[in-house]
């Protein structure tokens, strides 16, 4: 049986890579097919999607993997379905994604709200877009159903005060 941490230690920031770095994700048909994964996966509840921008060679999410189910099974789901997708309904006959995928678990408000950002000015900083809302493959443009922010990475009320 594999261990899981407390759903509190689960939250993640991921990277996943296409294949040889290749911009198989630039076309709308790709970008929007791995939205609609995206929200399948996540009307399922195999995961919270808190976070997440789609770039042409890689995808950025902050995620929270459902309480029974492990991060790589997660990142299967989203990777292998939408390989699974990609084949049957685009004709895609190449590999997409590098094997692997890189991980960082938040470790607080703090460290949430850096990646939420660096999230949603990645197409910004690549010069895909002049505004983060305005580009349509990230949740910055707001198209696209959320989780919210997970209870234990909001700012706490006494924190948020003495901010101010």
């Not at 941490?5 to 970008?31: D, I, Y």
Request: proline share 5%; with cysteine; net charge positive.
């Amino acid at each position: 049986m594999t261990y899981l941490a407390p759903q509190e230690q689960r939250t993640f920031f991921v990277t996943a890579v296409t294949a040889g770095r290749k911009s198989l994700l630039q076309s709308s048909r790709m970008a929007n097919l791995l939205t609609d994964v995206l929200q399948h996966y996540r009307q399922q509840a195999r995961f919270q999607l808190h976070e997440f921008v789609i770039m042409p060679n890689h995808l950025h999410a902050i995620i929270t993997p459902a309480h029974d189910l492990s991060l790589e099974k997660a990142m299967q789901f989203i990777k292998g379905g939408f390989s699974f997708r990609a084949k049957r309904e685009l004709g895609c006959q190449f590999e997409i994604w590098e094997r692997s995928f890189t991980e960082h678990r938040i470790k607080n408000c703090e460290d949430y709200e850096k990646h939420r950002l660096y999230v949603h000015e990645n197409p910004v900083c690549a010069g895909l877009s002049a505004d983060a809302e305005a580009y349509p493959y990230s949740s910055a443009s707001r198209a696209n159903p959320l989780d919210g922010r997970p209870p234990w990475l909001k700012p706490s009320s006494l924190s948020a005060g003495s901010q101010g």
